[in-house]
T-cell receptor
Framework: AQSVTQPDIHITVSEGASLELRCNYSYGATPYLFWYVQSPGQGLQLLLKYFSGDTLVQGIKGFEAEFKRSQSSFNLRKPSVHWSDAAEYFCAVGSSGSARQLTFGSGTQLTVLP | NAGVTQTPKFQVLKTGQSMTLQCAQDMNHNSMYWYRQDPGMGLRLIYYSASEGTTDKGEVPNGYNVSRLNKREFSLRLESAAPSQTSVYFC?????????FGPGTRLTVT
């Protein structure tokens, strides 16, 4: 069965600092990987996705993520964090087949200090 | 183009009451999903519908039923609500692999 681990429950960074959120996955085949962001009281918005090809993927809002098969990781990065990036971030792995189910990590809450 | 819509946004139920959460999408997606979100647990899949006319259980289906009314609509029913079903419920849809989410329904069962 597939699974996702986000080891950091809560991260605090200063505005303008760099950010890396960790994600490790377990999946038997080539994974489909996603990062979603959730602002308070809102639904989930897709930041970026990896299906195949270039292991460094670019997303919206200046985020990027790198797929490392050898480490079963898909870490999210941003060079300079803005106060508006404060939110909860979820990593997810998708299954192939007709159901196209997603399995989510437990999330990382990001606080940005002024 | 509204994307995925959910009604209601908030609901308070007493233990034992029933209710139906509604979800609709206007993106012509084949697959639709219901999740619940609880603190520290991410999103857990309750039920999904891979295509119109089919539904299947997800990770946490107990206490819920679903209906895929047509390609656009996918409802979630709680027949006899329990305090353990207090949660935020999200509906999602997809035509490929990335899922698009509704704004959620915050349900409290007292």
């Amino acid at each position: 069965a597939q699974s996702v681990t986000q080891p950091d429950i809560h991260i605090t960074v200063s505005e303008g600092a760099s950010l890396e959120l960790r994600c490790n996955y377990s999946y038997g085949a080539t994974p489909y990987l996603f990062w979603y962001v959730q602002s308070p009281g809102q639904g989930l918005q897709l930041l970026l996705k990896y299906f195949s090809g270039d292991t460094l993927v670019q997303g919206i809002k200046g985020f990027e993520a790198e797929f490392k098969r050898s480490q079963s990781s898909f870490n999210l990065r941003k060079p300079s964090v803005h106060w508006s990036d404060a939110a909860e971030y979820f990593c997810a792995v998708g299954s192939s087949g007709s159901a196209r189910q997603l399995t989510f990590g437990s999330g990382t809450q990001l606080t940005v200090l002024p | 183009n509204a994307g995925v819509t959910q009604t209601p946004k908030f609901q308070v139920l007493k233990t034992g009451q029933s209710m139906t959460l509604q979800c609709a999408q206007d993106m012509n997606h084949n697959s639709m999903y219901w999740y619940r979100q609880d603190p520290g647990m991410g999103l857990r899949l309750i039920y999904y519908s891979a295509s119109e006319g089919t539904t299947d259980k997800g990770e946490v289906p107990n206490g819920y039923n679903v209906s895929r009314l047509n390609k656009r609509e996918f409802s979630l029913r709680l027949e006899s609500a329990a305090p353990s079903q207090t949660s935020v419920y999200f509906c999602a849809s997809t035509a490929g692999y990335e899922q698009y989410f509704g704004p959620g329904t915050r349900l409290t069962v007292t």
